[in-house]
């Protein structure tokens, strides 16, 4: 029986999120042998991570689909496929958690995060006592979801030796994104120079290789693609993600906060380093955005102005030239690992589906 793309894509989401409910359900269960505060602490976190966009999980199975031999229009989504994608999902999401601890965050998209409903919900003495508890809880829920994923990936109803490349892969996963995370909020406190290249690469190590080259990788693994399909995704994906981070960037300065949803021109009060940053530095405007820039107090006027400077200075052209490159890039090591038949066309035109997605986004 064949199924429509459509389908497919519907399916997919539905099994992500059944298996996603069972690892929580089961996690919830076993917690109750430590405490309803710790049980109810995992109920939370099913309520803030279920119901998501799924986007590094649905990459996975699509990569796998297309990757995997079948008629066309079939559902060849194995058990292990779907698993490894539930467990992806629950990586990003202990990251997450971590991040919203290192930033102080205590909402995500306008509505309060797993720290901020603990701390409204807990009979704390003090709102100190409240956010310490909620901090802190965020803290060990990330390192039991880093756990878990990681325990998904040893589970994986695959043979051993992929078993084994999948736990590198997922190894390598993790340490890339700390040494990514780490670089971010050295940058932020001025403990490393702000340089282009520095950025790039944290970019690449945070947000890069967990969101796009470890599912494109994973799939190649799942669908027993050869060694040199996994080093392409690979580079494809660290391509993607740049374009995906600087294009993030790029929102946060000079989109439009109505559409994509995040706090408006919240990079530049927050002094964050990016691409755009580092090239207004080598520009004669920085001496005129500098003293404003990492400024809390940074009114919406003053914050337009510093867009203004940074668009007539060349910062925002300079970055979307740079996001231009990145997708470029990838079609080319499509196309040439389509000629080579690392990759079949069905494969390759998924991924481009995922690049059409980025060119022009806004959220």
């Known amino acids: 029986m064949t199924m429509t793309a459509a389908a497919i894509h519907e399916d997919m989401g539905t099994r992500i999120e059944e298996a996603l409910r069972r690892r929580f359900v089961h996690h919830s269960a076993a ?143 993790i340490v890339e994104t700390v040494a990514g995370e780490h670089t971010d909020v050295a940058l932020s406190h001025g403990i490393i120079a702000p340089d282009l290249t520095t950025i790039l690469s944290m970019s690449v190590y945070k947000t890069a290789t967990y969101s796009f080259s470890l599912p494109l990788r994973a799939a190649a693994l799942l669908s027993g693609s050869s060694v040199s399909a996994e080093r392409t995704l690979t580079s494809v994906g660290r391509h993607i993600g740049l374009a995906y981070q600087l294009q993030d960037d790029l929102l946060c300065v000079f989109g439009d906060h109505r559409a994509h949803g995040k706090d408006a021109f919240s990079d530049l009060r927050e002094g964050k380093e990016t691409a755009i940053i580092a090239y207004a530095r080598s520009t004669d405007a920085w001496d005129d955005i500098a003293p404003r820039f990492g400024s809390a107090e940074l009114s919406m006027r003053d914050a337009e102005g510093l867009r203004d400077q940074l668009r007539a200075c060349g910062a925002e052209a300079f970055v979307t030239d740079l996001v231009g490159d990145q997708l470029d890039a990838v079609h080319t090591l499509l196309a040439d690992a389509q000629l080579t038949g690392e990759i079949g066309a069905d494969a390759a035109h998924t991924i481009l589906s995922t690049v059409s997605r980025l060119e022009g986004r806004r959220a």
């Open 31 to 173: 917690a109750e042998a430590y405490g309803s505060e710790f049980a109810a602490l995992w109920r939370a976190a099913a309520d803030h991570s279920l119901g998501g966009k799924l986007v590094r999980p649905r990459l996975l199975l699509d990569i796998h689909h297309a990757l995997t031999p079948g008629d066309v229009g079939s559902a060849t989504l194995t058990p292990a496929a779907v698993e490894v994608a539930a467990h992806i999902e629950l990586l990003h999401y202990a990251f997450l958690l971590h991040d919203d601890v290192i930033d102080g965050d205590l909402t995500r998209r306008k509505r309060p995060n797993l720290i901020g409903a603990l701390a409204a919900g807990t009979p704390a003495a003090t709102e100190e006592d409240a956010l310490h508890w909620a901090r802190s809880s965020a803290i060990l829920m990330g390192d039991l979801l880093l756990t878990a994923a990681v325990m998904g990936f040893a589970r994986a109803d695959v043979p051993a030796d992929v078993r084994s490349r999948l736990l590198d892969l997922v190894e390598e996963t």
